[in-house]
């Protein structure tokens, strides 16, 4: 029986092993350094259950002041998402996959960074598939509502497409010129999921559509040898 999450826990991605687990973030005391100004850092730490690896993250309040905010400064390990090198396929457009490879490069050091290209990038995939709202939110409605046969998605991403609502900052805002690439606060391990959503959403728009493609075009090529008529145009 899968262990369910505890109370207050929150969904991670070990950057060791690349596997999801729950845990509750152990924060340790900020420390204020002497100067002419002053910052405060924090450590979070969680050990994945899968691979035993100690997950690490030193934050620094760069709010100067004003609230409180968090920026990752050093995370330990290196993400095993950029260690990889899991770059877009060469089937997704260059506009698109320009936005994910750059979200792999930058999420280490910075969370929020990643997430808003992440953001641009499901966007700009779901209008490249026609679903043109300015929202995400209004966009991945309308992928669920979707009542053409040969357009509605696989069950499983449907599901995880609908999990993007519930982010929060991430989903809310509206894709304009001016909040295209917005900087948002997300929750630990958003950013991480978001990439895994992409890639999901790549193999449905865009790979697994050209591999069908081209093995439409080698059967036809057969029937044509064969002086037999070419598949349906629907099939």
């Known amino acids: 029986m899968a262990r369910l999450p505890e109370k207050n826990s929150m969904r991670l991605l070990c950057k060791g092993c690349d596997t999801h687990f729950f845990a509750n973030i152990n924060k340790s005391e900020p420390i204020r350094t002497d100067g002419a100004r002053t910052y405060s ?4 730490y969680a050990v994945c259950p899968a691979c035993t690896e100690l997950n690490l993250s030193i934050k620094a309040d760069v709010s100067q002041g004003f609230g409180v905010t968090w920026e990752t400064l050093a995370t330990y390990p290196q993400g095993a998402l950029a260690a990889n090198k899991i770059l877009a396929p060469k ?4 506009h698109i996959s320009q936005d994910y490879n750059e979200a792999i490069s930058v999420i280490d050091c910075s969370p929020k960074a990643a997430a808003a290209l992440s953001r641009r990038c499901l966007q700009a995939m779901l209008a490249d598939n026609g679903y043109k709202h300015k929202n995400l939110v209004d966009q991945i409605k309308t992928v669920l509502a979707e009542s053409d046969r040969d357009r509605i998605v696989p069950a499983s991403l449907r599901e995880t497409l609908d999990v993007v609502r519930s982010f929060g900052n ?7 010129e001016v909040s295209t690439l917005q900087i948002i606060d997300v929750e630990i391990g958003e950013s991480e999921w978001c990439l895994e959503i992409l890639r999901h959403c790549f193999e449905v728009f865009y790979v697994e559509p050209k591999r069908l493609s081209e093995r439409k075009a080698k059967l036809n090529a057969k029937l044509q040898l064969a002086g037999k008529p070419p598949l349906p145009s629907s099939i």
């Open 41 to 44: 850092y924090i450590t979070e």
């Open 91 to 94: 089937e997704v457009p260059s």
């Open 170 to 176: 991430f989903s809310a805002h509206p894709m304009t």
